[in-house]
């Protein structure tokens, strides 16, 4: 499998674009906003992109997704998202010749969020930072995060690596193992205080170095 992530820009953004070497088919998983790197980075390695993957419906990773659309006809695909040419929902698969992408649901950042999983590299958008986890209030949606983060991804082995949607932690790429050891918020014994860390956060930042 080809994989490489970029950092495209904007809020630290990250694009990942994952390749099937025989097929040389392609996705581009969270575009953002620079359809020419993008571009560029495929044809660079010789690769056609044919999906367009988005990990959730916000701007910062849907805003090139037009762009590329036009350059190479490949299909946008999000969870049951508006303007998407394929949906798709929790267990769904994507091929790229022999490159299997498997769809992980995972509300809470947004409703919509999924999480794309491919050989043991999985991107996760805003729902898993490294030593962070995605942004939401206090209610229903902290709770759909927290159930996404322990029913869903850390039921995945240890040696999965993590590629997450910004560079908003303290490396650009874990393992769930590594998260699950470290990670403040995975660490916490149950829900509450799961949203009490997320309300304290700043002053937990401050106390413990964090950027």
């Known amino acids: 499998m080809i994989f490489k992530q970029l950092a495209i820009g904007g809020d630290r953004n990250f694009a990942y674009l994952i390749g099937d070497p025989a097929s040389r088919r392609a996705a581009v998983v969270d575009p953002g ?54 949906p798709v929902q929790d267990g769904d698969e994507l091929r790229l010749g022999q490159t299997r992408l498997s769809i992980i649901h995972t509300p809470g950042h947004t409703p919509d969020c999924i999480c794309i999983l491919a050989e043991g590299k999985l991107c996760t958008g805003d729902t898993l930072f490294v030593g962070k986890v995605g942004g939401t209030g206090f209610g229903t949606d902290a709770r759909q995060e927290y159930d996404s983060l322990h029913n869903k991804l850390l039921a995945l082995p240890d040696d999965t690596e993590v590629f997450p949607g910004h560079d908003y932690g303290v490396a650009p790429v874990s393992t769930i193992g590594h998260e699950r050891q470290t990670n403040p918020f995975l660490l916490q014994p149950d829900f509450a205080s799961f949203v009490q860390l997320k309300r304290n956060w700043p002053t937990y930042k401050r106390q413990h170095g964090i950027k």
Request: cysteine-free.
């Open 33 to 86: 906003r620079n359809g020419e790197m993008i571009l560029a980075e495929a044809e660079a390695l010789g690769l056609d992109i044919i999906y367009i993957i988005n990990t959730h419906s916000h701007y910062d990773h849907t805003g090139a997704n037009r762009e590329i659309k036009a350059q190479t006809g490949a299909d946008i695909v999000g969870y049951h998202a508006a303007g998407v040419d394929k």
